[in-house]
Nanobody
Framework: QVQLVESGGGLVQAGGSLRLSCAAS????????MGWFRRPPGKEREFVAG????????NYADSAKGRFAISRDNAKNTVYLQMNSLKPEDTAVYYC??????????????WGQGTQVTVSS
């Protein structure tokens, strides 16, 4: 079973930066992609950013474009989310997600436990 462990969350002032990390450990599978989701207070979980593991292509939610950058370290099975120019509306629990090719035709999604990001006004 794969485990995802996030780190880097915390309290930051508006305009500040945080860098989230998510490391996958446990059973070895082929990572197809990793990404970040978040759940703001009182709202549903939403997509933030994702990255294809082999090609490195990225995609972002509109709210993240121009401020956030997702990257990966293939050797460490780790994905990062650099968050700059943070706004109070970025306050949320951020969840790491990983899609693994368990066997041909079968992708399994794994989730981290979440890390709290709080941006003060």
């Amino acid at each position: 079973q794969v485990q995802l462990v996030e780190s880097g969350g915390g309290l930051v002032q508006a305009g500040g930066s945080l860098r989230l990390s998510c490391a996958a450990s446990g059973r070895s599978f082929s990572i197809v992609g990793m990404g970040w989701f978040r759940r703001p207070p009182g709202k549903e979980r939403e997509f933030v950013a994702g990255i294809n593991w082999s090609a490195g292509s990225t995609n972002y939610a509109d709210s993240a474009k121009g401020r956030f950058a997702i990257s990966r370290d293939n050797a460490k099975n780790t994905v990062y989310l650099q968050m700059n120019s943070l706004k109070p509306e970025d306050t949320a629990v951020y969840y790491c997600n990983a899609a693994f090719m368990v066997r041909p035709g079968l992708l399994n999604n794994y989730w981290g436990q979440g890390t709290q990001v709080t941006v003060s006004s």
